[in-house]
């Protein structure tokens, strides 16, 4: 993350976050990056081919008719003082490995879930878990969707108390994407104040 300076003209350079936006094969992240981005969205949509259909599971997106193969690219303006450069990244098992290149230098991720397949969103999680890269839990709002509350979905999903989870989010609507992003930012921020409050405490140890 580049730290907010002064230039010699006095102008205030903003902070450069990267996120990830993340999730299971149709979760939404290609809508939700198009949904929020302030320039027009870099996509790598290919046609969902036979051989695809045959793989992946599409139980309650049968409609679905394109994938993400590579990765989504967006970009937001949260203050004058931060920008955040979003990645979404491609959804079908066999581009899993991509992620890998994808999660280098960011800070955090917004996990989006479909509650009427949360199967699909566990290679997500586990993939941010194991590497130690802040993320929440956002429920993309699907017209045949079931509600659940929090406490229902962080059970379903085994997640720890403190990961945030959003229960009500559109990936089509800017406001509702831009709010996941704060609460992203947040979280990324009580998690850095956290590991410093954790190293001061080890140093005054010593």
Same mark, same amino acid.
């Given at each position: 993350?580049?730290?907010?300076?002064?230039?010699?003209?006095?102008?205030?350079?903003?902070?450069?976050?990267?996120?990830?936006?993340?999730?299971?094969?149709?979760?939404?992240?290609?809508?939700?990056?198009?949904?929020?981005?302030?320039?027009?969205?870099?996509?790598?949509?290919?046609?969902?081919? %036979?051989?695809?259909?045959?793989?992946?599971? +599409?139980?309650?997106?049968?409609?679905?008719? #394109?994938?993400?193969? *590579? !990765?989504? $690219?967006?970009?937001?303006?949260?203050?004058?003082?931060?920008?955040?450069?979003?990645?979404?990244?491609?959804?079908?098992?066999?581009?899993?490995?991509?992620?890998?290149?994808?999660?280098?230098?960011?800070?955090?991720?917004?996990?989006?879930?479909?509650?009427?397949?949360?199967?699909?969103?566990?290679?997500?999680?586990?993939?941010?878990?194991?590497?130690?890269?802040?993320?929440?839990?956002?429920?993309?709002?699907?017209?045949?969707?079931?509600?659940?509350?929090? %406490?229902?979905?962080?059970?379903?999903?085994? +997640?720890?108390?403190?990961?945030?989870?959003? #229960?009500?989010?559109? *990936? !089509?609507? $800017?406001?509702?994407?831009?709010?996941?992003?704060?609460?992203?930012?947040?979280?990324?921020?009580?998690?850095?104040?956290?590991?410093?409050?954790?190293?001061?405490?080890?140093?005054?140890?010593?």
């Amino acid at each position: 993350m580049r730290s907010v300076a002064d230039t010699a003209s006095g102008e205030r350079i903003p902070r450069s976050v990267k996120f990830l936006v993340s999730g299971g094969l149709g979760a939404g992240k290609t809508s939700f990056v198009g949904s929020v981005s302030e320039i027009t969205p870099l996509r790598t949509e290919e046609r969902l081919s %036979e051989t695809g259909e045959a793989i992946d599971d +599409l139980s309650h997106i049968e409609d679905k008719r #394109t994938t993400t193969v *590579a !990765l989504d $690219f967006g970009r937001i303006t949260l203050a004058s003082d931060l920008v955040l450069y979003l990645f979404g990244t491609p959804g079908q098992s066999r581009f899993w490995y991509m992620w890998n290149d994808l999660a280098v230098g960011a800070l955090g991720a917004v996990v989006l879930i479909d509650t009427r397949r949360f199967d699909v969103s566990f290679a997500a999680i586990d993939f941010f878990e194991h590497r130690g890269i802040p993320f929440i839990i956002a429920v993309n709002r699907f017209p045949d969707s079931e509600p659940y509350t929090a %406490e229902e979905i962080r059970t379903a999903l085994e +997640l720890d108390p403190e990961i945030p989870i959003m #229960t009500d989010c559109s *990936a !089509l609507e $800017f406001e509702s994407c831009r709010e996941a992003l704060m609460v992203l930012q947040e979280h990324v921020m009580r998690r850095v104040a956290a590991e410093a409050a954790l190293v001061d405490a080890v140093g005054q140890r010593e």
